[in-house]
């Protein structure tokens, strides 16, 4: 049978209808899968040792005779033991198997092979305990090399594996290379069949470097060449020009309550002019929580409704949908722009609660200029008249995906301007790669007079004293928030989290005080209430679930408790601790957590020891990975099997091998493989 890259594995030799299905499960069902199917570790057994050299727990690798195999069957502990003597010219050695007495079936005395595995001093002697065994060949697969070890399923063996990857790897040569050669060759990068033949059986440790080097390079290279045929393709479209008002911008600034930071007229003014321009700005603004991104989007709302275009301003939740409409329309007076509120249940237009006829009608019509809301933005049957203008808040699926959807509800014909915003900021890795179509700005002071908010992971039996810390602030006059984690996956909003807490609190805890509750599941009415009692200072602590945790402004709240802080990625818990500190006072963060393990405690203190945004994002993007928190798992990125977002060095090359080959080829018109392979990959280019 003549086998191609393309060959269900059903139809290789030795695979069975059962293993087919194992192999599925993985993920694996043609050949070209096999060998995509990148060893996840490497056991290095190419070092040989001669028996004599042997020491007790070590792993080792010896190439000797069988002198003697048997099996033993012991009674009393009903099992069989394998028990063999292998030699070579410097001395034996014993090694056992424990309930596999089909070995003396494989191996009979006088046969040569290769033993890999653990030695450890038993009553009769160093042993080698359930070696991995190999007769002699002319070359090995699981011994005496370097030896790939696979993710595996139930009732699949490495050896299973290895078997049909070494049976497929010849036609590694079938798949195409689609990286230009030249530039391979500049960059000293091996053919894509060689990486592949290496990564799965490494001849040494330095081929299997360069194999690890080229796979990975594929994988970033995409990601840049996309990112970069998605800023090419918006700086192709026409956007609404939007002119920069200096009148009207200065007279907005001047009445404000303060003064802004030098980082914030720097934000305001690079977009400001991005929206001057005929191509689509999109642009990321990144700027701690508290430090006043809102404020530069009013500006740059402001002036887009001064120039008769509509602006989207789209939250995340509920709350904080209400919270902007509030904001906004304390700040912007109602005869600069006219100013409407959307969400899943509430419409409000001209200051008043709207039906959804009414309420659509405005819109299309233009009597609306900026429409402040939720998601419900996008699923609703709203449809602009001039939509020029579009604000993502604290989101990290960025944009492209929301703009397209938006852009269907406009006539205008242009593409509209987008800014995201968010307060975990973006470790330079990933800003160079998933997100390397966006500009971003970032607002790195905070406004004057924040302190420094005093941080404490705080051990179960200090929680009595904690207890008691929090009645004497807000005795003092002061509020506390309690954020309770999602415990079990059945209550996917942690609203039975929040709801038991909440009930503990006011029952056993703080019998006296005035306790709140925030949730996911509340309705609209309910969840207003709830926050402007707090806000009113009517409730002195607020219990709510992560669902519902951005953005919330109380600037009297002075202690923020984070329960089963582990489950939260730090740049979460940092988001938490942002809505204190808002105010004179000073404040507090005392974070709980149940679990040991010293991963989780290294990731609680870094939260103590620093600040800085942008310190946690690294910090996080380390430990837990860029899927975990950036939400990139879910938003169409095409999957990194072997490359890392934080290896920085092989990303700055992946981006200057993108401009190599962009410069030489805007369209890829001379690279057709290459540009197959991106049509291939998940995020597409195309805009509209
Ligand atoms: P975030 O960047 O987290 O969205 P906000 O825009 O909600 O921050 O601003 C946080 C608080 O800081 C708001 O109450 C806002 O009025 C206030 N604020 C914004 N800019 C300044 C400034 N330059 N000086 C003082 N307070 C400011
Ligand atoms: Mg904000």
């Known amino acids: 049978?003549?086998?191609?890259?393309?060959?269900?594995?059903?139809?290789?030799?030795?695979?069975?209808?059962?293993?087919?299905?194992?192999?599925?499960?993985?993920?694996?069902?043609?050949?070209?899968?096999?060998?995509?199917?990148?060893?996840?570790?490497?056991?290095?057994?190419?070092?040989?040792?001669?028996?004599?050299?042997?020491?007790?727990?070590?792993?080792?690798?010896?190439?000797?005779?069988?002198?003697?195999?048997?099996?033993?069957?012991?009674?009393?502990?009903?099992?069989?033991?394998?028990?063999?003597?292998?030699?070579?010219?410097?001395?034996?050695?014993?090694?056992?198997?424990?309930?596999?007495?089909?070995?003396?079936?494989?191996?009979?005395?006088?046969?040569?092979?290769?033993?890999?595995?653990?030695?450890?001093?038993?009553?009769?002697?160093?042993?080698l305990v359930g070696p991995q065994y190999e007769k002699i060949k002319k070359e090995q697969t699981h011994t005496a090399r370097i030896v790939p070890m696979y993710s595996l399923t139930e009732r699949l063996t490495e050896k299973q594996i290895r078997f049909l990857i070494k049976l497929v790897l010849p036609l590694a040569e079938q798949i195409p290379d689609w990286m230009p050669e030249s530039l391979r060759r500049t960059h000293k990068l091996i053919p894509l069949h060689q990486a592949l033949r290496e990564i799965h059986f490494p001849t040494n440790k330095n081929t299997l470097v360069q194999a690890r080097t080229r796979l990975k390079i594929n994988e970033l290279l995409l990601l840049q060449l996309q990112s970069r045929l998605i800023r090419a393709a918006l700086q192709s479209k026409t956007a609404p020009v939007i002119p920069f008002d200096e009148t009207l911008t200065k007279t907005f600034v001047g009445r404000l309550p303060f003064t802004l930071t030098d980082d914030q007229r720097r934000a305001a003014w690079t977009i400001l002019q991005d929206l001057q321009k005929t191509t689509p700005m999109n642009r990321l603004l990144q700027g701690d929580v508290g430090s006043g991104k809102t404020v530069v989007a009013a500006i740059a709302m402001l002036n887009a409704s001064r120039a008769h275009f509509q602006s989207a301003l789209m939250a995340p939740t509920e709350i904080l949908a209400l919270q902007h409409y509030a904001t906004i329309t304390t700040i912007i007076a109602p005869e600069e722009a006219r100013i409407a509120l959307l969400t899943r249940s509430k419409k409000m237009l001209r200051g008043k609660l709207a039906t959804s006829a009414t309420f659509n009608r405005a819109i299309e019509q233009h009597e609306v200029d900026i429409l402040v809301g939720t998601h419900a933005l996008i699923q609703d049957k709203v449809k602009f008249a001039q939509l020029g203008f579009i604000i993502i808040d604290e989101q990290h699926r960025f944009g492209v995906d929301q703009r397209k959807q938006l852009k269907q509800k406009s006539d205008s014909g242009t593409i509209p301007h987008l800014l995201s915003m968010t307060a975990t900021p973006i470790p330079r890795s990933l800003a160079l790669t998933v997100y390397g179509d966006l500009d971003v700005s970032t607002i790195t002071q905070m406004p004057p007079g924040r302190k420094p908010i005093m941080t404490k992971v705080v051990p179960p039996e200090k929680r009595e004293a904690a207890n008691e810390f929090i009645r004497k602030e807000i005795s003092a006059g002061r509020q506390a928030f309690v954020i309770c984690p999602l415990i079990e996956e059945s209550d996917k909003l942690g609203v039975k989290a929040a709801t038991d807490e909440h009930k503990r609190l006011q029952q056993d805890i703080f019998p006296e005080l005035q306790i709140g509750l925030l949730h996911g599941k509340m309705n609209i009415e309910e969840k207003e209430h709830a926050m402007n009692d707090f806000s009113a200072g009517k409730t002195n602590i607020l219990v709510a679930t992560a669902v519902v945790e951005v953005g919330i402004d109380v600037p009297n709240a002075s202690v923020m408790v984070i329960e089963g802080a582990d489950r939260f990625g730090l740049a979460q818990l940092h988001q938490f601790r942002g809505r204190v500190g808002r105010a004179a006072h000073q404040s507090y963060c005392l974070v709980f957590t149940d679990a040991t393990n010293d991963k989780a405690i290294e990731r609680l203190t870094a939260l103590t020891t620093t600040q800085n945004g942008f310190i946690l994002a690294e910090k996080d993007l380390e430990m837990r990975g860029p899927g975990e928190v950036y939400g990139l798992r879910q938003s169409g990125f095409p999957e990194l099997k072997i490359a890392t977002l934080t290896d920085l060095p092989l990303i700055m090359l992946a981006k200057s091998m993108a401009e190599e080959i962009l410069t030489d080829d805007p369209d890829l018109s001379k690279n057709e493989l290459l540009a197959k392979q991106l049509r291939q990959s998940s995020r597409s280019v195309h805009l509209e």
């Open 1 to 127: 049978m003549r086998i191609s890259i393309n060959t269900p594995i059903g139809e290789l030799p030795r695979v069975g209808p059962a293993l087919t299905k194992r192999l599925n499960k993985l993920g694996i069902t043609t050949v070209a899968d096999l060998l995509w199917y990148y060893p996840f570790r490497y056991e290095d057994y190419s070092t040989i040792t001669p028996i004599v050299d042997i020491h007790t727990d070590t792993k080792v690798t010896i190439k000797g005779q069988v002198t003697l195999i048997a099996n033993k069957r012991v009674f009393r502990r009903r099992m069989f033991i394998t028990e063999c003597i292998i030699t070579d010219d410097t001395g034996s050695i014993k090694a056992v198997w424990f309930n596999q007495p089909f070995i003396t079936k494989l191996l009979a005395q006088g046969d040569l092979a290769y033993f890999s595995g653990t030695v450890e001093m038993t009553k009769f002697g160093l042993q």
